[in-house]
């Protein structure tokens, strides 16, 4: 008599489940190498670099970021890992006790202060000679409320304290950094990561390698694949939506007690699945009537409106930085000024900043920017100017 797992489908379910760390990360091999090089420095008592790194649901990027730390602890004992979800740890003081309780920080009943939390951490990992790197997961989860200054907090501790901080902020929002108080940008620096979409391709090659750990030998049709690749594909490149499509297909295959998986499982499996298509996330409107921007304007320096001049004979899709700063410079504007009235414009929502990735290693890797206005003031401007 056969055993169940010998008549079963389903062998393991568990390489088609959400926190399931696969051995191999396919289609990953670069941004493993990029990140184990940023943080490569902590095994020889240097200060790693930081890395936000961004890109739509589903593309690896935290399960990257968890590979190349637990690679990092289990090569060196200098290292102090942090793991934070920024969406249970939404503030300042708890992204600070996560870390607390990484550096084995004994936590009080009553409340500590922040900063006195990050005190003792650096504390600690002064007297034990170890740098911290810390895992910032859903980081835009800390901007709703302005909590991401955190990150200026770990930043300058290391110039304050000499103790190192090594910082990996993801998120799904390419623009997050840009919204950021200048200060807290310089301070981080460090370099941008992009995680693309899946192709339809590598979701297959995905899938197939989720397969042959999951289910029984030989028991799913390329068809079958092609569908839960393609249900991932019109989710932005999703590996989870795809491998989620997966187990739901293989279910549907076993409750009709066949011994392979189909192609109709895999439509089942689709057509039962709400997939919301990925955008990049962008800003709501600043302003909603001509009134509104008009009184933003009246608040416009000289200075700032020679910005606003250049950028609009510009191109549709912005300036960057440096373009722009030889553009004002003609006009008597240095760039220490440029830089101070790009800053203030972009708080007033007039103009839009995007950090642009760099070459990593490259000198000034990932600083460079994009800038623009935003096109809905844009239209609001033209009918202001011609009233």
């Given at each position: 008599m056969n055993s169940v797992n010998e008549t079963q489908l389903i062998r393991d379910e568990r390489p088609l489940l959400p926190d399931y760390a696969p051995d191999l990360l396919l289609h990953r091999e670069t941004e493993l190498r990029e990140l184990a090089d940023a943080i490569k420095p902590v095994g020889e008592g240097r200060a790693p670099q930081n890395v936000f790194a961004f890109g739509p649901p589903g593309t690896g990027k935290t399960t990257c970021a968890k590979r190349v730390l637990k690679e990092l602890g289990d090569s060196t004992d200098r290292a102090c890992i942090a793991v934070v979800n920024c969406w249970q740890n939404?503030?300042?003081?708890?992204?600070?006790?996560?870390?607390?309780?990484?550096?084995?920080?004994?936590?009080?009943?009553r409340g500590v202060a922040a900063d006195e939390v990050l005190k003792r951490?650096?504390?600690?990992?002064?007297?034990?000679?170890?740098?911290?790197?810390?895992?910032?997961?859903e980081f835009?989860?800390?901007?709703?409320?302005?909590?991401?200054?955190?990150?200026?907090?770990l930043s300058r501790a290391s110039e304050q304290t000499g103790v190192h901080f090594g910082i990996i902020a993801v998120s799904n929002d390419s623009s997050l950094l840009?919204?950021?108080d200048g200060?807290?940008?310089?301070?981080?620096?460090?370099?941008?990561?992009?995680?693309?979409?899946?192709?339809?391709?590598?979701?297959?090659?995905?899938?197939?390698?989720?397969?042959?750990?999951?289910?029984?030998?030989?028991?799913?049709?390329?068809?079958?694949?092609?569908?839960?690749?393609?249900h991932g594909a019109k989710a932005g490149g999703d590996a989870r939506v795809a491998i989620s499509c997966l187990l739901s297909a293989a279910r549907n295959a076993?409750?009709?007690?066949?011994?392979?998986?189909?192609?109709?499982?895999?439509?089942?499996?689709a057509s039962n699945s709400a997939v919301l298509r990925y955008s990049t996330p962008s800003f709501e409107p600043v302003f909603k009537t001509a009134s509104q921007l008009q009184k933003a304007r009246e608040h416009v320096s000289d200075g700032e409106q020679k910005v606003l001049d250049a950028l609009k004979h510009g191109d549709v899709k912005g300036m960057t930085s440096g373009d722009l700063y030889v553009v004002l410079e003609s006009k008597g504007v240095k760039e220490r000024t440029a830089r101070n009235y790009v800053d203030a414009l972009e708080k007033k929502g007039l103009i839009k900043t995007d950090d642009l990735q760099g070459t990593p290693g490259d000198l000034g890797a990932g600083r460079t920017r994009r800038i623009r206005l935003l096109p809905h003031n844009l239209a609001l401007q033209e009918k202001i100017q011609n009233e």
């Open positions: 939404s503030s300042r003081q708890a992204v600070l006790s996560r870390v607390g309780e990484a550096a084995g920080m004994p936590l009080p009943r951490i650096t504390e600690i990992l002064k007297s034990e000679h170890k740098t911290l790197v810390i895992l910032l997961d835009d989860a800390l901007f709703p409320k302005g909590e991401h200054k955190v990150l200026y907090d840009a919204r950021a200060r807290i940008r310089s301070s981080f620096g460090g370099r941008q990561m992009e995680f693309k979409q899946y192709s339809p391709f590598e979701l297959k090659d995905i899938l197939r390698e989720r397969a042959g750990k999951a289910l029984a030998p030989n028991s799913w049709t390329e068809e079958a694949i092609g569908v839960c690749a393609g076993e409750r009709r007690r066949a011994k392979k998986l189909e192609e109709c499982d895999a439509i089942q499996a």
